[in-house]
């Protein structure tokens, strides 16, 4: 049995093509559900030309929505950067170890910038003094609904080094800082090859003068 859902297209973007964002899922079944879950969907939309889309089918990959935070002390300016070990880099020949910035999973009930807050803590040792919102993204929308909610943290990065994590969730986190002009020479040196480190760095980037204004 299809179902229709309503039409969205109050939620458009000014910039969009569609005036009628009206998909039909015409059926819907649970492919896997374990540590992640993959559904399959058997779906028609409309075209850009009005008429409706062909039924097709799609593999959508759920894993929910994250929070990530890129932790700044704008006064010893240095980023504090982590690194741990991703099973998605496990044939890099760069190694499967990733430089990244503290992220976690919004659970049901929490804001985004709650878990920014408490993923610094558990992940970094790090107490967030301000916070700004960068912006919000899809990871890769072709496949997968994830969203990442990234933000940038005032720290004091004084002392903030060592091995962090919770054990029952097998986290084993290194975490150091590193003054700001180094931390653009490793993305530029391609050392940081993850999409949230590199986005929040370009960021940064842009941003650093205001911040330090802001944050003195």
């Known amino acids: 049995m299809s179902q229709k859902t309503s039409n969205q297209e109050s939620r458009l973007s000014p910039y969009s093509g569609i005036s009628d964002a009206t998909v039909e899922v015409i059926k819907k079944q649970v492919k896997h559900d374990g540590f992640f879950r993959l559904e399959e969907y058997h779906l ?9 889309s062909d039924v097709f089918t799609r593999e959508l990959f759920e894993r ?9 002390d704008p006064v010893q300016d240095r980023v504090v950067f982590i690194e741990q ?29 709650q878990v920014a807050r408490r ?3 558990e ?12 912006c919000r993204y899809f ?22 080094n060592g091995i962090h994590g919770l054990s029952e969730e097998h986290e084993d986190i290194r975490v150091f800082s590193v003054p700001y002009d180094e931390a653009v020479q490793m993305l530029n040196q391609g050392h940081i090859n993850s ?22």
């Open 44 to 52: 028609r939309h409309r075209l850009f030309c009005g008429e409706m």
């Open 123 to 134: 992940e970094a040792g790090c107490e967030i003094l301000a916070l700004e919102q960068i």
């Open 85 to 113: 070990f991703r099973i998605g880099a496990l044939e890099a020949t760069e190694g499967a170890w990733l430089l990244e910035f503290v992220a976690g999973v919004i659970d049901e009930g929490e804001t985004a910038d």
């Open 195 to 216: 999409a949230i480190p590199i986005m929040a760095m370009q960021w940064l980037m842009m941003n650093r003068e205001r911040l330090r204004e802001l944050w003195k």
């Open 64 to 72: 929910g929505h994250a929070a990530a935070l890129l932790p700044y």
């Open 119 to 121: 993923e610094s803590t």
């Open 139 to 160: 990871v890769s929308p072709g496949g997968t609904s994830e969203t990442v909610e990234l933000f940038c943290g005032k720290v004091d990065a004084t002392g903030v």
